[in-house]
């Protein structure tokens, strides 16, 4: 999480309004120690921006799918002539506003504010947080390959040590601070970020966090992934050695066991070498030829390698690194016109680079467009998105999900990776003009 306050007083005197997509929040008001970042909890003057902030209500709290909602802070500048009134932005809500709407939705927006009404809220995040750390504190001691992504000690204490309603109480335990080590990040201020308390991030044997080398041996996160889903427990989404957890009120003790109860009979799986068949029976089942005589180890090691050999993780990097950013040729409003009036023409991945592409490209995860509508296909992006075809092509059934790429099959059934670019409409001839 990013604290609000230092980002307004970075760059509120340059803006009239700051929107802030809490998208994946929305209940920091709720946390006394995370309160004073969110940008809802922000006393302002007559010289702050107004706030605009985004929830989406569906992930953690309590909306139905695809709900969300848009919270404006701005009576402090209500006499300026940058206050922008209710007219005005209800105006700019319905023009993406259905004239059909789903009122179920709506409602549930209602009982989510209703649930969370003082005192029920601050009860609610609490028991979250709660039930999060007691479950982190349990990974910490039954598993080996698996860690929650937590601060090792804090003051030279073990992080499992420390009592969880003190943990629950003080930002101390869930900060990133700039001078340690442990979490691998860098080019942040002091008290800048701080982890979320009511998510479970895992990271997997396979890169080192300090400096982000790659290990002898790895245990891709998409694996634990497939392993968790054949038994009914989907994460929010995994990486390639990380997998995300989202906490809400509801989730029990029970629940939370179960997910640790899974995760030690993964890592007993790996370590006695068990046949895939017997672990992920699905992949297997889909995949007979690839898997049928492979053990759970063995495919750890042959997909940690892929990536290894690749340096998938430092490809990542660099595709949002400010060096290797795409140039832009058209805008993303031309592009998606051009796509729509049939102005493209269908590329694999090894024609790609520099090419304009006409849809944003964009694997999930990281859910991060790599490539948006108008810019230039880039080597770096072409080479990421072609070690994705090659791992799909060698040990298929872990690819992520990919949008704005598109996949066919090859002659001899592989799979092969394509996208559309900018091809320009045939000029007409002065005799066509004329006739």
Not at 74 to 98: E, M
Not at 173 to 184: C, L, T
Not at 266 to 295: C, F, G, H, M, N
Request: hydrophobic letters at 40%; one cysteine or more; a negative charge.
């Amino acid at each position: 999480m990013y604290n609000a306050r230092q980002i307004v007083e970075s760059v509120g005197q340059l803006c009239d309004y700051i929107l802030f997509d809490c998208a994946w929040v929305g209940y920091e008001q709720f946390l006394p120690m995370l309160a004073p970042m969110s940008p809802l909890t922000l006393e302002l003057g007559p010289n702050d921006p107004g706030i605009l902030v985004t929830q989406s209500v569906h992930k953690q709290l309590a909306g139905f799918a695809q709900t969300s909602q848009i919270h404006k802070k701005d009576n402090h500048i209500k006499d300026q002539a940058r206050y922008v009134n209710h007219d005005r932005f209800n105006d700019a809500f319905l023009l993406h506003a259905s004239t059909s709407p789903n009122y179920p939705l709506f409602a549930s927006l209602d009982m989510n504010a209703k649930i969370h009404e003082a005192p029920h809220g601050e009860q609610l995040w609490r028991d979250a947080a709660t039930v999060a750390t007691d479950a982190k504190k349990e990974i910490l001691k039954r598993c080996r390959y698996f860690q929650p992504f937590v601060p090792p000690t804090v003051d030279g204490t073990p992080w499992q040590d420390i009592p969880t309603d003190v943990i629950i109480s003080d930002r101390r335990y869930f900060a990133i601070d700039p001078d340690a080590s442990w979490h691998g990040f860098t080019g942040f201020a002091k008290e800048q970020y701080a982890l979320d308390p009511c998510k479970i991030l895992l990271y997997t044997p396979g890169i080192s966090l300090r400096d982000g080398t790659y290990e002898e041996f790895g245990v891709p996160g998409s694996i634990v992934s497939h392993y968790l889903q054949e038994h009914g427990m989907t994460p929010e989404k995994s990486d390639l050695n990380s997998l995300l957890f989202l906490i809400t009120p509801a989730e029990s003790p029970a629940k939370l066991n179960r997910l640790v109860d899974l995760l030690v009979q993964l890592e007993k799986a790996i370590e006695e070498d068990a046949p895939v068949a017997d672990v992920l029976p699905r992949v297997a089942a889909a995949y007979p030829d690839v898997y049928r005589t492979r053990s759970i180890r063995w495919l750890c090691q042959k997909l940690h390698d892929f990536y290894k050999e690749a340096n998938v993780s430092q490809l990542q990097r660099k595709l949002f690194a400010a060096e290797y950013l795409p140039p832009v040729a058209l805008s993303a409003a031309e592009a998606t016109l051009a796509l729509r009036r049939n102005q493209a023409r269908a590329l694999p991945l090894r024609e790609l680079a520099g090419e304009i592409a006409l849809e944003g490209a964009l694997p999930y995860p990281p859910g991060i467009f790599t490539i948006v509508a108008g810019e230039r296909w880039t080597k770096t992006a072409v080479e990421y998105f072609t070690v994705l075809e090659r791992a799909m092509q060698a040990l298929p059934g872990f690819a992520p999900e990919i949008q704005g790429v598109h996949q066919r099959q090859r002659s001899d059934g592989t799979p092969e990776l394509y996208a559309y670019v900018y091809e320009a409409p045939p000029r007409p001839s002065r005799r066509a003009i004329y006739d």
